[in-house]
């Protein structure tokens, strides 16, 4: 806790100083009301030809959503399972989706990318609103934005905002407090969350899921001149939590939590943006640039029992930079409205990922894989060392440059769009492992011999892509608007770090024959570091949609087919392995219906989100067992969030109650499809006392403790799954204050 404590006194000086260089502006008047919106759309959202969903902070406030992964199911096709820890942030999003490195989706605060997926899941206060555009944005939003783009709005200086404090205290000792103002020409938000943990370590008899984090953000505005506006974004996150609540699967049985090493994640996470706005006779310019900071410290018991087999240690320091740049037509009643645009970041990763095999693991993963190689005439090998460090050190950088536009011709009824984006992406990793052990080669050797194996070089590749759109709205009536939309999106491609101790291990065992003048039938085998390369996946969307408006009645429906090629997957090795690895499994297809439907009238209120999708490999062998034809893992069939409410008047007060139902699955848990989460549903409810002034709720998660599984997987041959939360009620309070 000494590094936690440490590091809130340095985000309170840090927000003690911006606080300090704005006091001039302090005392300055309210600014005028100017809209520059977080989306780099050309039109409203009401005419953008794609899926859109858009969440008010009221909606939020309501359903407790103060992270991303709240949003599932919420959001038609949106999965964001919560498992592990913070560093997980899993998205799987119309049936696309992996459980590591570069996410399907793009996430945007106050139009500012967030680089770093480590940086995704993390705690908001004082956001105005969530607007998520489903399907490929990769012609304005680029990289990883394939399945879509998360945009969020956080308080600016120019809403007509009261300072506002939320407290919030529940079962598991978990509470937040959250506290929100605007002064002058800055708006200030903070959010504290902590939790004792929901889940028990059975070895350990604690829970192995404490969680403490605090956010803080500033937000200044200005107007520089009549046409001009300037806008500087500073947040910091910081936590310090346990996680990986795993339990064993075995004879058909989920066993309790048990491991017996350290599970914990700590994360720094700072975003700088400045953003600069000019409105002009002619054009519009937008530009911004941003600097991003992500340190973080992972610990792991990597064989999750309560055997010492082998432990992980990832420790990253990631820095970046973006710009861009964009001019656009300051006509909005214009027939043609072209926007182009200028975007390129750069991004450094300094990774380091140990992992010591305890004398457990050396047993059964090293010295049983080796002398089952030996044959036993010849004798047999023992390591006399009690642990076995395996050092894997990364510098991994990446780079993007690209050049986009997209014109949008107003034509009466109709809307049509055509866009491009040209872009480009390099990387480069070097990469420096190395281990020693002491072996002695029975009955041969009387003595230990020290043996040194390093492993170390540098891998580069440069990625090309090309991203069109083609979309046509058309406006029905006033209350009835079609789209159709073709386009293009992209995941960045990468290099595999966590597959290293497995090569280390194999050129171990291959260097100790060789030290010994033994050359074997059968020599051990594994990927190298050439292997470990993965490339960019890309997917063609195909969308056809409609929606309605009529007074309080909202309807938006739409049908899809994604052809996915070089679908990026998790494995892992055969057989006793420790690691994991990204490859491109080949050719996928995702298809499927999404409907959003609300309806408000008066003191009623309902919300309806439901989405089906078929994701299917259409070929992929894996050199074992072609899976063609199966359901891609860890996607769900169906999603689907129901909310009823109603609002009684009691005097000057009112009585707000609400009811909803979250479900998701059927889920398959692997690419046979011999491991699957049927579809389960979850009741949510809240009722909530209002004034003008104060709202006084209770609100319960999961209502009725239904169980379910959210994760699984396998590590050396045995089967995991992580559990959804239990049964969560919480009170709380909301003060306006005058």
């Known amino acids: 806790m000494q590094t936690f404590a440490a590091a809130m006194k340095a985000l309170f000086l840090i927000s003690l100083i911006t606080t300090i260089t704005s006091a001039d502006n302090a005392m300055e ?176 008899n604690k829970p192995c899921d404490p969680f403490y984090g605090l956010a803080l953000r500033w937000k200044w505005e200005s107007h520089a001149r009549d046409r001009i506006t300037l806008s500087n974004i500073l947040s910091a996150n910081i936590s310090e939590e346990g996680g990986f609540a795993y339990g064993l699967f075995k004879d058909d049985t989920l066993h309790n939590v048990s491991y017996n090493d350290e599970g914990s994640y700590r994360r720094l996470s700072v975003i700088e943006g400045f953003k600069f706005h000019h409105y002009g006779d002619a054009l519009i310019t937008d530009a911004n640039c941003s600097l991003q900071l992500l340190a973080d410290d992972m610990r792991m018991d990597q064989d999750y029992t309560a055997n010492s087999i082998f432990t992980l240690q990832q420790k990253e320091l990631s820095g970046a930079g973006t710009m861009e740049l964009t001019l656009r037509s300051a006509n909005a009643d214009a027939r043609w409205q072209p926007q182009s645009g200028l975007f390129t970041f750069y991004r450094r990763n300094s990774l380091s990922a140990p992992v010591t095999f305890k004398r457990g693991g050396i047993e059964s993963l090293i010295l049983d894989n080796a002398n089952s190689h030996i044959p036993a005439e010849i004798g047999y090998l023992t390591i006399s060392d009690t642990e076995m460090p395996v050092y894997s050190d990364f510098m991994i950088d990446t780079w993007n440059a690209a050049l986009f536009h997209e014109s949008v011709l107003n034509l009466d009824r109709w809307t049509l769009t055509a866009g491009i984006r040209l872009d480009y992406e390099g990387g480069r990793m070097d990469y420096d492992c190395n281990t020693t052990l002491h072996y002695r080669f029975a009955p041969a050797m009387s003595k230990d011999r020290e043996l040194p194996v390093p492993y170390n070089g540098t891998l580069t590749h440069n990625h090309f892509e090309v991203l069109p759109k083609l979309s046509a709205l058309f406006k029905a009536s006033d209350m009835i608007a079609l789209y159709t939309t073709v386009s293009k999106g992209y995941r960045a491609g990468g290099f595999n770090t966590q597959i290293f101790s497995d090569i280390l291990q194999n050129l171990t065992m291959n260097a100790t024959m060789n030290d010994l003048g033994v050359y074997l039938d059968r020599p051990f085998v594994s990927v190298n570091a ?109 999603t689907l969030y129901f909310n009823l409410g109603y609002s009684f008047k009691l005097g000057s007060h009112t009585l707000e109650t609400d009811a909803s139902l979250h479900g998701e699955g059927p889920i398959f848990w692997n690419e046979a499809g011999t491991r699957q989460e049927p579809f389960h549903l979850k009741a949510n409810a809240r009722i909530a006392l209002v004034s003008d002034n104060w709202e006084i709720y209770l609100r319960a998660e999961n209502l009725t403790n239904e169980p379910g599984r959210s994760f699984y997987f396998k590590s050396v041959g045995n089967e995991f799954f992580a559990s959804t939360k239990p049964r969560l009620i919480m009170t709380g309070i909301s003060i306006k204050l005058k």
């Open 530 to 638: 050439e292997n470990t390369e993965y490339a960019p996946e890309t997917a063609w969307n195909m969308e056809l949609g409609t929606r309605l408006y009529y007074e309080s009645f909202r309807v938006e429906a739409s049908a899809y087919y994604m052809d996915v090629r070089n679908q990026q997957l998790t494995v892992f090795p055969p057989g006793m392995s420790t690691g994991r690895m990204m490859t491109n499994a080949g050719h996928s297809r995702s298809m499927g219906v999404e409907t959003e439907l609300a309806w408000n009238p008066g003191a009623f209120r309902t919300h309806l989100s439901w989405s089906w999708t078929d994701a299917r490999f259409v070929s992929y062998n894996d050199g074992n067992n072609d899976y063609s034809g199966n359901r891609l893992p860890y996607v769900p069939e169906h």
């Open 29 to 204: 008047q309210q600014l005028p009301a100017v809209t520059i919106s977080a989306l780099k759309e050309q039109v409203p959202v009401g005419k953008v030809a794609s899926a859109v969903s858009v969440i008010s902070a009221e909606s939020m406030q309501k359903d407790g959503i103060y992270r991303p992964n709240a949003l599932s199911s919420a959001v038609p096709g949106l999965h964001i399972p919560e498992y592990g820890a913070s560093l997980t942030s899993t998205i799987y999003l119309r049936g696309l989706g992996s459980r590591m490195e570069n996410p399907v989706m793009g996430l945007y605060i106050d139009g500012i990318p967030v680089i770093d997926k480590n940086a995704y899941d993390f705690d908001w206060e004082g956001l105005s609103s969530a607007t998520m555009l489903r399907g490929p944005q990769g012609t304005l939003y680029g990289r990883n934005a394939m399945s879509g783009v998360l945009s969020l709005s956080t308080l600016s200086p120019t809403d007509d905002s009261r300072p506002a404090i939320h407290l919030e205290y529940g079962g598991y000792n978990t509470m937040r407090i959250g506290a929100s103002f605007i002064t002058g020409r800055n708006a200030f938000s903070a959010t504290f969350r902590h939790t004792d943990g929901y889940f028990n370590n059975a070895y350990k």
